[in-house]
């Protein structure tokens, strides 16, 4: 049984996944922060991996990835930084980026990069459905991650099933068709969330974009199995003094 499946398995509801992108503030953050996320409650964690051209993220996550370019981040030294990671980090950890640079990295050398480092999951938006049944979905299962595809409430019905079938950890919902970050009344969201719960889906479901406070959070949460929080976590950070204090002090007021 993978993290994942123990995570979603122990605990059905209120499921805290932060994404925070590699390489921010500064270049050598990135188990700083994965740690101190770990320590105040996060479940999982989303861990960007810093694109020039990022279409699904908003303006704040796109200017983290700039300055995590600008630090020096690469795949190369993401998976150096990561390579005793799970001697701190107990967590899930889910590598969130885009396929151009996985791709001139070397796909399947990224897949067995991530999973000896300890990394769970993969989520790359821009991979296609069809290139994932033909091609790449056999190298990830290969490598034994979880793959998550992303579903928005324009998404067809049998889509929807069919890429819940495809996936595995857990489905990723879309809250609108739009980038992180994005406002959301989460009162509007939750048609689409119970259209999602009547599916009969085999995946946990986690809602991201526009989740940043413990009423979204809640609210998201209470017609799925959690939620997905970025754009305000990256705000918190973003300039603190102490990564720690500054993680502590969000994340308590979200679980509160």
Do not use: W
Request: hydrophobic residues 40%.
């Amino acid at each position: 049984m993978s993290r994942l499946q123990k995570l979603f398995e122990q605990k059905k509801s209120h499921v805290l996944n932060v994404y925070c992108t590699a390489g921010f503030p500064e270049l050598d953050s990135t188990l700083q922060v994965m740690k101190a996320l770990q320590e105040n409650g996060a479940d999982i964690i989303e861990l960007g991996m810093p694109y020039s051209d990022p279409l699904a993220d908003g303006e704040v996550i796109q200017k983290s990835s700039s300055r995590a370019l600008h630090n020096g981040m690469n795949l190369k030294l993401l998976f150096s930084q990561l390579k005793d990671f799970r001697d701190q980090v107990s967590v899930p950890v889910i590598l969130m980026g885009y396929m151009n640079p996985v791709l001139q990295y070397g796909f399947e050398k990224f897949c067995a990069d991530a999973a000896a480092a300890g990394v769970d999951g993969l989520i790359l938006p821009d991979l296609p459905e069809y290139e994932f049944e033909v091609e790449y979905g056999t190298v990830i299962k290969k490598y034994g991650l979880d793959f998550i595809f992303l579903v928005t409430p324009e998404t067809a019905p049998e889509r929807v099933k069919k890429l819940d079938e495809l996936s595995s950890g857990f489905l990723y919902a879309v809250s609108s068709s739009s980038t992180t970050g994005s406002a959301k009344n989460m009162v509007d969201v939750s048609g689409f969330l119970q259209r999602l719960g009547s599916y009969g889906l085999k995946n946990p479901v986690l809602v991201g974009f526009g989740i940043k406070d413990s009423e979204s959070f809640r609210s998201a949460s209470a017609h799925a199995n959690g939620a997905i929080i970025g754009t305000a976590y990256i705000r918190a950070i973003d300039g603190a003094a102490d990564i720690r204090e500054a993680t502590k002090t969000f994340l308590s007021s979200v679980l509160s």
